[in-house]
């Protein structure tokens, strides 16, 4: 398959990477990975929280390792961290709709501002590449969270604008619901099972789904092959939340609860706004940057998809069984 070629060849080896959000499930993930596999030469766990720190320390306890304790609204703090730094990991954010709806400026602060200081510190700070992690509810999003992520999509993506001539290039991945992560269902369903009851909010919601090893090493190959200005979206398979509880729960009486506010029947990975910008590849989409105001060139070998198009979890081609679910959740 071909794919998007990077500006210029990325040596793990010889750089310098840093995880915001570094002690959440992408951070720790991406840490075990880059550790066993990738060896850069530093690697920066940035997050606010000192216990999560600690137990990441216990656990990774290297050379190349560094802990900085910072919030990414501080963006002095970021430039400090950022210090000799080549790739970002961009992952920190306030991530729960409910918490989202009741605190919307705090929400806004770290989502949106906290992209914007980790975008400025970037490029005062020489870094090469930026990878924001997104989330399938900016698409087309109606709750405060995913409204948060889609502006923060916007900063990132419109942030080659300033970076692009200085040496720094910004690109989002944006993907589903993450098996094993901290704000999965799975781990709700699975303490309700011993009370021998399943709360689901509506009979035919849907969902895309993707492993948390999944997710990191898509956003690690598309740090390799970024231009900068893209987003882009992994082919993920759907299941229908009563198949999922099936899987983690089977057996227990299902109680349908209603929609919750800012609640999705489905999930969209690409709206049909989008369909425009959409590159497909044999196993990923690339939505290109609307607004070139940089030099952008075309990845070769996609296909040009037409105005219209939509990826959503109700429509897609590719659905995960019980069977199959029950076996990643236990992975």
Known sequence: MNTPTPQEPLR???AGVMITGGTGSFGNKLVEIMLTEYH???L???SRDELKQSEMMARFDHPSVRYFIGDVRDRARLEMAMHGVDIVFHAAALKQITACEYNPFEAIQTNVMGAKNVIDAAIDQGVKRVVGISTDKAAQPVNLYGATKLCAEKLLVQGNVYG?????TFSVVRYGNVIGSRGSVIPLFSRQRATGRVTVTDPGMTRFWITLEQGVRFAVRCAEAMQGGEIFVPKIPSMRLLDLVEAIAPGC???????RPGEKLHEI??????????LEFEDMFVLEP???SWTFCSPDGGKRLTAGFRYSSDTN?????????????RE
């Open 12 to 14: 793990w080896s010889d």
């Open 40 to 42: 850069p030469r530093r």
């Open 44 to 46: 920066v766990v940035f």
């Open 164 to 168: 692009w001539g200085r040496g720094t």
């Open 253 to 259: 009486q299902v109680e349908f609860i209603g929609m």
């Open 269 to 278: 990975l690409i709206a049909e706004d989008e369909g425009r910008q959409v």
């Open 290 to 292: 609307i607004h070139r």
């Open 317 to 329: 081609s590719r659905w995960l069984s019980p069977s199959q679910m029950s076996e990643l959740a």
